[in-house]
């Protein structure tokens, strides 16, 4: 089974299925979402995690927690549809494709105003479907744009997951990597671990090992010398969400990957479908940053807590890259190049 086979949310046959990304690389677990508390978890604990992945889990999650609401009572299943759309909402705070998501099944149901509660249902889960696909063909768009931009042999250094694992398919900054790989491009790449919670480690080099790409995993701290090496062309990362300046939230560590490229005079390319850009927020200082458990820092991973009993922590799971160190946003509707205040909302434009 190749990589993209491997499906992080499905709905099939009624099912909602998940695969357990904290059980990654170890075992390949596949879980079924039963209520909609069980996909609130699956978001807040990480099982599903990557912002595209959370937005389709989140689309399929509130299917799945309207689907046994009552035939004959269509106010009530309008009010369930919004309180469970709220809650689950409520999970994880950075990645707006979640918000994005419900937001879009609630106003579905709102400008169809289906007749019975049984088409309603029916027309959530085919957009949330729709989602998916979207996703999907996203995805490719944009390895297709970010592969423009790249050369054979070139090294890359990569942070976090914005793999498979955190889409429908292929990944964001990944989709290039592995349709340059299909084309013989030989990249050579460099996987920060990514701490505290190891996606780079666990996820980036479980996925890009499993399809053949040469991939070096490296801690954190290790990216300014690679890069003084000369081993690094290009940074690629993904984004949880973009400010209408161009500010992009990305996991913790994204931010220096970036000063570190600036210095080296490295290009930084963030890859950023349109669901995840967010022109509501103007800056990336308005965007809302996930505050996790200390204990990710000071005993996760190891057999022994490994710092002193009691010790204050701060862990925040992202940080806030500012537009002025993006060489280009590669979204699926094109490369998009500085100012990004002016040309992010062409995006967004109506064709007339
Ligand atoms: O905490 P995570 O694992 O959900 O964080 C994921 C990231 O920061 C990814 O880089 C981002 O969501 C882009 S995924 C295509």
């Known amino acids: 089974m190749g990589i993209f086979d491997i499906r992080p949310v499905q709905y099939t046959g009624g099912k909602m299925i998940i695969l357990d990304q904290t059980r990654l690389p170890k075992e390949e677990i596949y879980e079924e979402m039963q209520?909609?508390?069980?996909?609130?978890?699956?978001?807040?604990?990480?099982?599903?995690?990557?912002?595209?992945?959370?937005?389709?889990?989140?689309?399929?999650?509130?299917?799945?927690?309207?689907?046994?609401?009552?035939?004959?009572?269509?106010?009530?299943?309008?009010?369930?549809?919004?309180?469970?759309?709220?809650?689950?909402?409520?999970?994880?705070?950075?990645?707006?494709?979640?918000s994005w998501a419900l937001k879009r099944l609630v106003r579905h149901f709102e400008e169809l105003r289906p007749k019975t509660v049984q088409q309603a249902k029916k027309e959530l889960l085919l957009e949330a479907r729709r989602i998916q696909e979207e996703d999907e063909s996203a995805c490719l768009a944009m390895g297709q744009y970010g592969l423009s931009l790249l050369r054979p042999g070139m090294g890359i250094l990569t942070h976090c997951n914005a793999g498979a694992l955190a889409t429908s398919r292929y990944g964001t900054c990944l989709a290039p990597i592995y349709l340059g790989q299909e084309q013989g491009y030989d990249f050579r790449v460099f996987a920060d671990e990514t701490r505290p919670l190891l996606q780079g480690a666990r996820l980036t080099a479980w996925e890009l090992q499993k399809s053949g790409v040469d991939v070096t995993l490296i801690c954190d701290n290790m990216a300014a010398s690679v890069m003084a090496k000369g081993w690094i062309d290009a940074v690629v990362v993904g984004c949880d969400r973009m400010a209408a300046n161009g500010d992009g939230a990305n996991k913790i560590g994204t931010f220096g990957a970036a000063v570190l490229a600036k210095e080296h005079g490295i290009p930084f390319y963030m890859y950023v479908p349109t669901s995840t850009i967010d022109l509501n927020t103007p800056t990336g200082s308005n965007i809302q940053i996930e505050l996790r458990s200390g204990e990710e820092i000071s005993r996760m991973w190891y057999r022994e807590p490994m710092a002193p009993k009691g010790i204050k922590t701060y862990n925040p799971a992202f940080d806030v890259t500012p537009a002025r160190y993006i060489t280009a946003v590669i979204t699926e509707k094109g490369i998009v190049k500085p100012p990004y205040e002016e040309n992010l909302p062409k995006l967004f434009a109506k064709k007339k």
């Not at 912002?51 to 799945?64: E, S």
Request: with cysteine; charged share 30%.
């Open 35 to 98: 209520t909609r508390e069980d996909v609130w978890d699956a978001i807040y604990k990480l099982k599903v995690r990557g912002a595209p992945a959370i937005g389709v889990a989140a689309a399929y999650g509130l299917c799945l927690a309207v689907r046994d609401c009552p035939e004959e009572d269509m106010e009530c299943f309008e009010m369930r549809l919004k309180e469970d759309a709220e809650y689950l909402a409520t999970a994880r705070p950075t990645a707006v494709n979640l």
